[in-house]
């Protein structure tokens, strides 16, 4: 299946030590792969229909430290939908006058919910329609932007609707949180002072976050596989739905 990375922090943030490792993964996974990050309002999303692996795309990400608050990443493998760069995750739409970034590790069987005009897939994949179905439902939902308790709740009430269908791992943000739900597997890391060393499970690197960050800074990694060796990362159980705000679990459904 798919693999997926999402970061949340308090403050601005790179990614290259976690998406080098993260990358080395399309070697199994090599249908495509993508990344996004919020800035302010503003979204940078790349996307390639070659693995990560082999992908100048994917080189640039690892050279350029672009700081964000929250980053979504997927490598593809796929189950549905052909391998062309419209079918590369993370998918980008607009409610209520923000972008939301969202991306799907798992297989969606039979579902073809009835969409509206507002929000239709590009390409052919279970992951995009999802997608689209949960923000058509959101928006039916609440007439303008909600808090993430209120959010939280609403997509507790939504998620298992697709979740009957198969496998539904994912991560969804709108640039204020990053939503992660897990259906087979996800694991996530809270790093925070006192920070120490770091050792990637898929590459020879090592970081010591001590060297990089101040007392107060504190970030969420999420990944469907820990990517370091030597750090606690807590694995998520069947069903659970966690909204991650400022490097913290804010709250939860499931």
Same mark, same amino acid.
């Given at each position: ?33 993508? %990344? ?31 700081? &964000? ?74 007439? &303008? ?44 890391? %809270? ?64």
């Amino acid at each position: 299946m798919c693999q997926l990375l999402g970061m949340n922090g308090n403050t601005p943030t790179d990614i290259v030590f976690s998406f080098s490792g993260f990358a080395q993964r399309s070697r199994e996974h090599a249908d495509g792969f993508g %990344i996004a990050f919020f800035e302010g309002r503003g979204v940078r999303l790349f996307v390639d229909h070659l693995a990560a692996a082999d992908s100048p795309v994917a080189e640039l990400i690892k050279r350029y430290p672009i700081q &964000s608050r929250n980053t979504i990443a997927h490598i593809r493998k796929a189950t549905q939908g052909r391998v062309v760069l419209e079918n590369c995750h993370p998918f980008v739409r607009e409610l209520w006058g923000r972008y939301w970034v969202f991306a799907h590790n798992g297989n969606l069987v039979d579902f073809a919910p009835k969409l509206h005009a507002a929000f239709r897939p590009v390409g052919d994949t279970d992951s995009e329609r999802a997608f689209c179905w949960l923000m058509q439902e959101l928006a039916k939902s609440h007439a &303008s932007m909600p808090s993430v308790a209120e959010l939280t709740h609403t997509l507790g009430e939504l998620v298992p609707q697709v979740a009957t269908h198969g496998t539904f791992n994912f991560m969804l943000s709108q640039g204020d949180a990053l939503w992660a739900h897990c259906t087979t597997k996800l694991q996530y890391l %809270i790093r925070q002072h006192p920070f120490g060393r770091a050792r990637l499970q898929d590459e020879d690197i090592e970081v010591d976050f001590a060297d990089l960050t101040q007392a107060g800074d504190r970030v969420v990694v999420v990944a469907t596989e820990p990517l370091t060796t030597d750090e606690p990362w807590v694995p998520m159980h069947k069903g659970q739905l966690l909204a991650f705000v400022d490097g913290s679990v804010a709250c939860q459904a499931g």
